[in-house]
DNA sequence: TGTACTGTACCGACTAGACGGTTTAGACTA
DNA sequence: TAGTCTAAACCGTCTAGTCGGTACAGTACA
């Protein structure tokens, strides 16, 4: 049972998924107050302003790339396939808040954007540390990129499709086995 | 000697310039009409709303993607090669008017949405006739994706970037290399 | 040839509303 | 009593869109 979530984290919550569902423009600090169920005063009580809400964000963020990070590392599958197997959206907290995040990114908000370049750094390390041949371990980042951004761009699915279509969707097993026999040649 | 660029042309460069260089924010419509070197009245003489500004930019887009899909289906090194090599941004009209669009994506405007998945599915169709195999083909198709992303999100370098850096910065050259390699799995 | 009129292209001041943010007065409770 | 809010009024700024007006090229016609 867990215990009701604290009006900060609520206003954190609803700041992602107005981004995620209606853009950027859409997510006021008004809009934001109400979905959170918490009056505009009470918003900026927590957060003094909208830089603030969007800087708790990417804190966020950082602070889930670092499990991210070490779960990456010990992965029996590999970094390469960790990343790409979670690219693909499934719904985890962090996917909402990396979607959330990357929607705020073409703003002006360079901070975002710095946050994602950092975490981008270290995910290539990681993919190259498992991969070593450097195009390998760029091509298999780009890919889980596309996989990220287009779940930006075109909306996210409400379940963890398994289908491929030409409609998007994406089979995420065999796209793992494209990964492999990437990483097979490059490690041969 | 080409003749002067119309009004209506220039605003829609402007704006493409704006949404590129400073992000949806930035593009109002006063900021287009002045790079545009245009009054305001002027800009909406020619684009009734911003609706139909973002309107034309969309036809725009629509028009180039009909020509890069003829030269994409005769390109002597296939399609798949084809596609990667031009989704590293290489400063082309067309890469600035997808750029730009991209940008306008993740807002509240549906159409846009809608125009690239139609001209993505297009360009999945001719992969899937050049890689026989749907996975490599989707595999091929979402790094180049990650590439324009990329570039629609971190900046498009003014340079035709060679070298590989964890930076983000990416060798073509190696990367046609492993779609040839993923290509050639897919075809034996 | 001069005049009246039409349509196109464009200008720039203005308006209404939205938004970020502030402030104030007060309530609930640990 | 201090911390965590609510509710609502308010302010300055920004933005999309409106509107009245201008400049000019063409054209009909007397």
């Given at each position: 049972m867990t215990t009701q979530p604290s009006a900060r984290e609520r206003v954190l919550q609803a700041y992602e998924d107005l981004l995620i569902n209606d853009g950027p423009r859409a997510a006021t600090l008004d809009a934001v107050a109400a979905a959170a169920g918490v009056s505009k005063g009470g918003l900026l009580y927590h957060f003094k302003s909208k830089e603030a809400l969007t800087a708790g964000l990417v804190d966020k963020m950082r602070e889930m790339a670092e499990l991210d990070f070490a779960l990456m590392a010990k992965d029996p599958d590999g970094c390469a396939k960790y990343y790409v197997r979670t690219s693909?959206?499934?719904?985890?907290t962090f996917d909402r808040t990396i979607v959330a995040a990357m929607r705020l990114?073409?703003?002006?908000?360079s901070t975002v954007r710095a946050a994602f370049s950092e975490i981008h750094a270290s995910w290539y390390r990681l993919i190259l540390g498992d991969i070593k041949d450097p195009s390998v371990a760029r091509a298999v980042m780009l890919l889980g990129d596309g996989l990220y951004y287009n779940a930006a761009l075109f909306g996210l699915p409400a379940h963890a499709g398994n289908d491929a279509g030409?409609?998007?969707?994406?089979?995420v097993q065999s796209l793992l086995g494209v990964v492999d026999r990437m990483a097979s040649g490059a490690r041969a």
């Open positions: 693909v959206f499934g719904g985890t990114a073409q703003g002006d908000d030409p409609d998007g969707s994406v089979d």
